[in-house]
């Protein structure tokens, strides 16, 4: 065969596989979920509903309609209930006209009915399904999930984007499928994950993230409020920054805040004599943030005196959450897996009693506090003579 | 046959980047399901055998320098013996290859192109590497040479956004229960390993070969650098999870988020994945090609490739129903047998050879043998 021949053969062999695009799939195909809720039904079966981003290519006629070209996208939300995750996906994928596309959801929200019975359902699919991303955030909704979804948000894309970035803002837990997984394989098998809250005012809805709700075994055990869930993000060290308000005795009935930047925590566990023992430390530098009290903060010792008064709220505050959590008997605070960590063989000794050992954990705290800056004013007598009778 | 010439330094770059392959992904993992936090360990004890294997091979080729595995098994063990054997270990060579490329298959077909047909990702795989192998022993190795610092800077990338997120707790506590998990988790990691012995098909082609265990040396300890880092990346941001995840590698890279802004980088992972799995398949594919040529005493390996590179994609298929078979311990023992005992009975057999045969013609001139 002649070389130029061969090299047409070729060239037209492989016009043979340009044809095979198996995998091809236009943007306008895709039903692009931005946000998945899963509920449990009356009969036990999963409720899935999923929010979708319907993306519209910009055409002549949206421009010629007017001033309302802005955006145009719109949020669609849809739900199929199946005997299981992966059921109820076939089942939604019946009622769509576009292929499924888990790609970009970031948001999964588990109703509480669902997550009182068990995760494992929901968390088995995201986890086996190659699509959803281990770094989507995890939420427990107070009612419905399908709710959380259905809301039109004014300021973000949608809800689920809202979400998503009160979760990134740290005012309360930020919880990944990937943590959630590694968490509830970790020794004490829980798990915490926040909680999106419906407030309900003047006929508008607005879902926020208030408190957390734990797990234990896959099962929903406990819901915290907002300040068991600080406190138990100081324990977690996920504290990114923080207010702290404490009345000040010495100083005339005043109050006086800080803001913390930074913090971090850590647990030092110990076993002596067969008595278990954890010990928080904290480490917090913040900035004077308010102060109506009559102590003049230009004086060191008065510092010194605000400083422990801060730190006599923050230990409170973190006391309250681990009485909390020895009082109903779920390790969420993550204290066997320092255990384990520390002492392998006493753990794995006593690994069988651990409900019974944690509520008897003795915990003592070593709080270092510093305000480092007392803000743009120092004794501040003009507001405080103007208060005084 | 085959008049091509390269360097020592090529065959380490060719031997550990094939090598590296399959691990990169999968190995974690198998490590971490038995030896948990200490996995990191394990990739450090398994290279011990790796260190062993090549030492054989090296060894082996100074005693037959211009010959393959196969040529001086034949020479030890007698015709009938060594082809039999000989053909057994081709055997290994083509499956162990045929393994990789349908975990190759089935790894994109589960995660990027699910709806392609699985012969069209097998044969267009399989085509490119033929191709390669037909290029001779030096587009062999100058491939994976030239293809190194692409891997290198993909796998960095991949690497350097995760640093923010690893907790170095997760190793705690440490060696809790002894050696014994570590030591499985090496076990485990056999399988691996013992792909340094297809070393022995390049080693003849080798021009400077002073400096030959030194880089064999090198690249059983670059594969080792390489697989301890990637598990203490992996497990210090998986932790406990780790076990739970095929490929948690794969993991790792979707789960980057720099500054939210940096993110989806699965299709790193791809390409890191292909260009190492092209090395590696060439890496058999040579092997397998070359070797049955000198088996069965053709006088060109060429013409043998196109029809071995269609039996593994043949051999990707048969008796495997599921790809997990690939993981579990009892091929460990399959790999073991060819690649770390067969070179040390054939060295024990040029050892006693060589003693013996001394003996017998202590008058002759005593070329061949020379150490």
């Known amino acids: 065969m002649q070389p130029t021949c061969r090299t047409l053969l070729t060239l037209l062999l492989s016009?043979?596989?340009?044809?095979?695009?198996?995998?091809?799939?236009?943007?306008?195909?895709?039903?692009?979920?931005?946000?998945?809720?899963?509920?449990?039904?009356?009969?036990?079966?999963?409720?899935?509903?999923?929010?979708?981003?319907v993306p519209s290519p910009p055409s002549s006629e949206q421009s010629a309609s007017g001033p309302s070209s802005g955006s145009t996208n719109k949020t669609v939300v849809r739900d199929a209930i199946g005997i299981d995750m992966a059921d109820a996906t076939a089942r939604?994928?019946?009622?769509?006209?576009?292929?499924?596309?888990?790609?970009?959801?970031?948001?999964?929200?588990?109703?509480?009915?669902?997550?009182?019975?068990?995760?494992?359902?929901?968390?088995?699919?995201?986890?086996?399904?190659?699509?959803?991303?281990?770094?989507?955030?995890?939420?427990?909704?107070?009612?419905?999930?399908?709710?959380?979804?259905?809301?039109?948000?004014?300021?973000?894309?949608?809800?689920?984007?809202?979400?998503?970035?009160?979760?990134?803002?740290?005012?309360?837990?930020?919880?990944?499928?990937?943590?959630?997984?590694?968490?509830?394989?970790?020794?004490?098998?829980?798990?915490?994950?926040?909680?999106?809250?419906i407030l309900q005012k003047d006929g508008e809805s607005s879902p926020f993230i208030s408190g957390s709700a734990t797990f234990k075994d896959l099962r929903m055990a406990d819901r915290l409020d907002t300040s068991v869930t600080r406190g138990l993000l100081w324990l977690r060290n996920e504290i990114k920054s923080a207010t702290i308000t404490s009345p000040v005795p010495q100083g005339g009935g005043g109050i006086a805040s800080v803001y913390l930047f930074h913090a971090s925590s850590k647990l030092v566990p110990s076993i002596k004599n067969g008595e278990w023992r954890m010990r928080v430390v904290i480490d917090a530098t913040g900035n004077l943030n308010e102060n109506t009290s009559t102590l003049d903060t230009t004086k060191e010792p008065n510092i010194v005196k605000l400083q422990q008064n801060f730190k006599r709220t923050l230990q409170k505050r973190i006391e309250e959450t681990v009485k909390i959590a020895q009082k109903s008997g779920v390790d969420y605070l993550g204290f066997a897996e320092q255990f384990?960590?520390?002492?392998?063989?006493?753990?794995?000794?006593?690994?069988?009693?651990?409900?019974?050992?944690?509520?008897?954990?003795?915990?003592?705290?070593?709080?270092?506090?510093?305000?480092?800056?007392?803000?743009?004013?120092?004794?501040?007598?003009?507001?405080?003579?103007?208060?005084?009778? | 046959m085959e008049r091509g010439r390269i360097s020592a330094a090529q065959v380490a770059v060719l031997s550990f980047m094939a090598v590296t392959a399959t691990s990169l992904l999968t190995a974690p993992t198998v490590a971490s399901s038995v030896a948990k936090q200490d996995m990191w360990l394990s990739p450090i004890l398994a290279s011990t055998v790796g260190f062993l294997i090549v030492w054989l091979l090296v060894k082996l080729n100074q005693a037959y320098p211009n010959q393959t595995l196969i040529e001086y098994m034949k020479k030890l063990l007698g015709r009938p013996l060594g082809v039999t054997i000989g053909l057994l270990y081709l055997l290994f060579i083509i499956q162990t290859t045929a393994n990789v490329l349908r975990q190759f298959t089935d790894f994109i077909k589960m995660t990027f192109l699910l709806t392609t047909p699985a012969l069209v990702i097998a044969g267009s795989m399989i085509l490119v590497c033929a191709l390669i192998v037909r290029g001779g022993v030096e587009t062999v190795a100058r491939f994976a040479t030239l293809l190194l610092p692409v891997v290198v800077v993909l796998i960095l990338m991949l690497y350097m956004p995760t640093i923010k997120d690893i907790n170095a707790h997760n190793f705690e506590p440490v060696l809790s229960e002894g050696m014994t998990p570590p030591l499985k988790g090496a076990f485990r990691l056999m399988s691996w390993?013992?792909?340094?012995?297809?070393?022995?098909?390049?080693?003849?082609?080798?021009?400077?070969?002073?400096?030959?265990?030194?880089?064999?040396?090198?690249?059983?300890?670059?594969?080792?650098?390489?697989?301890?880092?990637?598990?203490?990346?992996?497990?210090?941001?998986?932790?406990?999870?780790?076990?739970?995840?095929?490929?948690?590698?794969?993991?790792?890279?979707?789960?980057?988020?720099?500054?939210?802004?940096?993110?989806?980088?699965?299709?790193?992972?791809?390409?890191?994945?292909?260009?190492?799995?092209?090395?590696?398949?060439?890496?058999?594919?040579?092997?397998?090609?070359?070797?049955?040529?000198?088996?069965?005493?053709?006088?060109?390996?060429?013409?043998?490739?196109?029809?071995?590179?269609?039996?593994?994609?043949?051999?990707?298929?048969?008796?495997?129903?599921?790809?997990?078979?690939?993981?579990?311990?009892?091929?460990?023992?399959?790999?073991?047998?060819?690649?770390?005992?067969?070179?040390?009975?054939?060295?024990?057999?040029?050892?006693?050879?060589?003693?013996?045969?001394?003996?017998?013609?202590?008058?002759?001139?005593?070329?061949?043998?020379?150490?």
Request: glycine share 4%; charged share 20%.
């Open chain 1, 92 to 197: 939604l994928q019946e009622r769509l006209s576009r292929k499924v596309f888990w790609g970009q959801a970031d948001v999964f929200v588990f109703g509480e009915k669902l997550a009182r019975k068990s995760i494992k359902e929901p968390l088995e699919f995201l986890t086996r399904h190659p699509h959803p991303r281990e770094r989507a955030n995890l939420f427990v909704s107070d009612g419905p999930a399908e709710n959380v979804l259905k809301w039109n948000t004014p300021i973000e894309r949608n809800s689920a984007e809202t979400l998503r970035e009160m979760a990134i803002l740290q005012t309360g837990l930020n919880v990944s499928i990937l943590q959630a997984i590694e968490e509830l394989s970790e020794e004490a098998h829980t798990a915490v994950l926040p909680v999106v809250h």
């Open chain 1, 15 to 53: 016009a043979i596989l340009l044809s095979g695009c198996w995998d091809r799939i236009e943007i306008n195909d895709l039903a692009i979920i931005t946000a998945a809720g899963v509920d449990l039904t009356d009969n036990d079966r999963i409720k899935l509903s999923v929010q979708l981003f």
């Open chain 1, 340 to 389: 384990y960590r520390h002492y392998p063989k006493q753990w794995n000794k006593s690994k069988k009693n651990w409900d019974e050992i944690f509520p008897k954990v003795v915990v003592s705290y070593d709080i270092r506090l510093v305000v480092a800056r007392n803000g743009l004013t120092g004794d501040n007598k003009t507001l405080q003579q103007s208060e005084t009778p």
């Open chain 2, 193 to 371: 390993v013992p792909v340094f012995t297809f070393m022995n098909f390049y080693l003849p082609f080798v021009s400077n070969k002073r400096h030959m265990l030194g880089w064999a040396f090198g690249s059983v300890a670059i594969f080792t650098v390489i697989l301890f880092v990637t598990f203490i990346f992996v497990y210090a941001i998986l932790g406990d999870a780790t076990p739970i995840y095929v490929y948690p590698f794969m993991v790792l890279a979707r789960f980057i988020s720099l500054t939210e802004f940096f993110e989806h980088l699965e299709s790193l992972v791809m390409m890191v994945w292909v260009v190492e799995i092209v090395i590696r398949i060439t890496f058999g594919l040579f092997s397998a090609s070359i070797g049955l040529a000198q088996c069965l005493g053709l006088p060109q390996y060429r013409p043998l490739v196109l029809p071995i590179s269609m039996i593994m994609v043949l051999f990707s298929y048969w008796g495997i129903t599921n790809v997990e078979f690939v993981f579990s311990p009892e091929i460990v023992m399959y790999y073991l047998t060819f690649g770390l005992l067969l070179p040390l009975l054939l060295y024990l057999a040029s050892l006693m050879k060589r003693r013996f045969g001394k003996q017998q013609k202590d008058t002759e001139e005593k070329g061949e043998y020379a150490v």
